[in-house]
């Protein structure tokens, strides 16, 4: 199985400043269609999880571009820009390029 | 909008059964796998069952192999999740998603005596 391992655990960010989270993948992500089969989401308190990133840097419809996501094959990042109060919860990170689908087991984000 | 609408949860004994479903509205249901995906609580994601647009083929993680079965309406835009000898480490919020674009409000399985 594909492991995620995602980093920090927890972030606490001064709001407008910007926040980045890891996630390694233990194998490469990359198809041989040239697709990185990499996703982030945001589950806010209370909440189902929302996607905001997929396939590694496209940004899903309806999410602020203040939200971005870049990679390697293995090495990826999201990074958010001007961090707002409404961005506060667990972002997960999953690989959809092979089964069984695995996720990472998600960064808090806070609010100092 | 998109609407994922999942029923069917509920407190069940260990080794017992329980089927869920997840009625769509707001895509085109058939065009899309769909797969339910399951959060133990204070826990992570953990995917449990996918199955392709016709519903010919599915895929589940050697955790429920077996166990469950999932499968597909494409008339009614509905899914299913046939659960069969749950355990207590089946409980969980169990998500009913689309291509893991669009996730339900999740439905709560407790597997307790």
């Known amino acids: 199985d594909i492991v995620m391992t995602q980093a920090p655990l927890s972030v606490s960010v001064t709001p407008g400043e910007s926040a980045s989270i890891s996630c390694r993948s233990s194998k490469s992500l990359l198809h041989s269609n040239g697709i990185t089969y990499v996703y982030w989401y945001l589950q806010k308190p209370g909440k189902s999880p929302q996607l905001l990133i997929y396939r590694m840097s496209n940004l899903a419809s309806g999410v602020p571009d203040r939200f971005s996501g870049s990679g390697s094959e293995t090495d990826f990042t999201l990074k958010i820009s001007r961090v707002e109060a409404e961005d506060v919860g667990i972002y997960y990170c999953?690989?959809?390029?092979?089964?069984?689908?695995?996720f990472g087991a998600g960064t808090k984000l806070e609010l100092k | 909008e998109v609407q994922l609408v999942e029923t069917g949860g509920g407190l069940v004994q260990p080794g017992r059964s329980l089927k869920l479903s997840c009625v769509a509205s707001?895509?085109?249901?058939?065009?899309?796998?769909m797969s339910w995906t399951r959060q133990a609580p204070g826990k992570g994601l953990e995917w449990v069952a996918s199955?392709?647009?016709?519903?010919?083929?599915?895929y589940y993680p050697d955790s429920v192999k077996g166990r469950f079965t999932i499968s597909r309406d494409n008339a009614q835009n509905t899914l299913y999740l046939q659960m069969n000898s749950l355990r207590s480490e089946d409980t969980a919020t169990y998500y009913c998603?689309?291509?893991?674009?669009?996730w339900g409000q999740g439905v709560m399985v407790t597997v307790s005596s």
């Open positions: 707001g895509f085109t249901f058939n065009n899309y796998w």
């Open positions: 999953g690989q959809l390029l092979e089964n069984p689908y695995t």
């Open positions: 998603t689309g291509a893991f674009d669009y």
């Open positions: 199955i392709t647009n016709s519903g010919g083929s599915t």
